[in-house]
């Protein structure tokens, strides 16, 4: 099994900046792709972007590419969402996944395990 805890969310005005990070333990996350998505209520969960397991292949949704920078330290078993540019419309909570069979994916489906979540709230 996998634990993954997410922190760094917060309350930010638009045009700033805010670093999530996101914790694995149980076991080495290293050999496994990882994901950001996230959900407001009464929407289903969206992809955010998404990370191989080496970290030499990201992907974004298109309403963040630009602001947003996944990353990864493996020795520390961790990821990370850089999020620059911070827009009202980014308010969610996010959540981070561990996808175990091959990935990234962009489909939540594909993935095995998931953080508790925390809030992100950009003021106008």
């Known amino acids: 099994q996998v634990q993954l805890v997410e922190s760094g969310g917060g309350l930010v005005q638009a045009g700033g900046s805010l670093r999530l990070s996101c914790a694995a333990s149980?076991?080495?996350?290293?050999?496994?792709?990882m994901g950001w998505f996230r959900q407001v209520p009464g929407k289903e969960r969206e992809f955010v972007a998404a990370?191989?397991?080496?970290?030499?292949?990201?992907y974004y949704a298109d309403s963040v590419k630009g602001r947003f920078t996944i990353s990864r330290d493996n020795d520390k078993n961790t990821m990370y969402l850089q999020m620059d540019s911070l827009k009202s419309e980014d308010t969610a909570v996010y959540y981070c996944?561990?996808?175990?069979?091959?990935?990234?994916?962009?489909?939540?489906?594909?993935?095995?395990?998931w953080g508790q979540g925390t809030q992100v709230t950009v003021s106008s």
């Open positions: 149980g076991r080495t996350v290293s050999n496994y792709a």
């Open positions: 990370i191989s397991w080496k970290g030499s292949r990201t």
């Open positions: 996944a561990v996808e175990v069979d091959f990935g990234p994916s962009v489909d939540a489906e594909e993935y095995d395990f």
